[in-house]
C-alpha cells in the first residue's frame, strides 16, 4: 500500500523560503506512470495545487504561484519537495503531497496526511 | 476565490440522496471530461471518490455517483449514511497541466 509522509517546519516567518518534504514508501518516485504533487488548503478555504513532479524532474506548477515555486525529487531517498519562497501570511495552510496517475488521466489516488505550515513571525 | 464554484454546504436526511455541483467554465470542465471529486473528513486527508467524471475508484460505494453536463459536473450521494457526512471538492483539468479546485461543500447528515 502506498503511503506518502510530509514533513518540515511548522513555522516559517514572512519573506522567507518554506521547504516541505514528502517522503513515499510502498512506491517509487522513479516511476514513469506517475507524477508526484503538492496541493495545499488554507484554513477554512478549499484546496489549491501547486504543482507536479515527474520522475524525469519535469516540473508543471500553478501559474499563480510559478514565480515562487520550485518541486524537485530525491530518488536515492525516495522523496520529492517543496520550496516556496517570499512567503506570506496567505500561505498559511495544510500543505498536502499526492500522487497524479500519469498518462492521459488527470486526478490524485493517494495523499499524505498533511503538514500545516504557519507563516507567522 | 476558487476558480471551479461549488455550494458551501448541502444536506439531507439518511437514505436520502443529495447532489452537489461544481460549475466551471469552457476552459476546465467544458472542454475536459476529467472531474474527480473528493471526500474529506474533519482533519483527514482528501480521499478520491470520483474520477474522469463518472469513474468510481475500487472500494468506493456505489452510493456515489458523478455526472456532467456543460459547464457543471456533480456529485450523487444516495441512500445517504451518517458517515458520509465531510467535505467534498471538485476538482477538473484546465489545460496546460494546471488543475483547478472548487472552494469545498460540506455535507451535513441530519
Known amino acids: 500500500q502506498l503511503q506518502l509522509q510530509e514533513s518540515g517546519p511548522g513555522l516559517v516567518k514572512p519573506s522567507e523560503t518554506l521547504s516541505l518534504t514528502c517522503t513515499v514508501s510502498g512506491g517509487s518516485v522513479n516511476s514513469n506512470s506517475y507524477f508526484w504533487v503538492w496541493i495545499r488548503q488554507p484554513p477554512g478555504k478549499g484546496l489549491q495545487w501547486i504543482g507536479d513532479v515527474f520522475y524525469s524532474g519535469v516540473t508543471y506548477y500553478n501559474p499563480s504561484l510559478k514565480s515562487r515555486v520550485t518541486m524537485s525529487q530525491d530518488t536515492s531517498k525516495n522523496q520529492f519537495s517543496l520550496n516556496l519562497t517570499s512567503v506570506t501570511a496567505a500561505d498559511t495552510a495544510v500543505y498536502f503531497c499526492?500522487?497524479?496517475?500519469?498518462?492521459?488521466?488527470?486526478?490524485?489516488?493517494?495523499w499524505g496526511q498533511g503538514a500545516l505550515v504557519t507563516v507567522s513571525s | 476565490q476558487s476558480a471551479l464554484t461549488q455550494p458551501p454546504s448541502a444536506s439531507g436526511s439518511p437514505g436520502q440522496s443529495v447532489t452537489i455541483t461544481c460549475t466551471g467554465t469552457r476552459s476546465d470542465i467544458g472542454t475536459y471530461d476529467f472531474v474527480s471529486w473528493y471526500q474529506q473528513h474533519p482533519g483527514k486527508a482528501p480521499k478520491l471518490i470520483i474520477h474522469?467524471?463518472?469513474k468510481r475508484p475500487s472500494g468506493v460505494p456505489d452510493r456515489f455517483s458523478g455526472s456532467k453536463s456543460g459547464n457543471t459536473a456533480s456529485l450523487t450521494v444516495s441512500g445517504l449514511q451518517a458517515e458520509d457526512e465531510a467535505d467534498y471538492h471538485c476538482?477538473?483539468?484546465?489545460?496546460?497541466?494546471?488543475?483547478?479546485f472548487g472552494g469545498g461543500t460540506r455535507l451535513t447528515v441530519l
Open positions: 499526492a500522487r497524479r496517475v500519469g498518462g492521459v488521466r488527470y486526478f490524485f489516488d493517494y
Open positions: 476538482t477538473s483539468y484546465a489545460g496546460s497541466s494546471n488543475f483547478v
Open positions: 474522469e467524471v463518472t
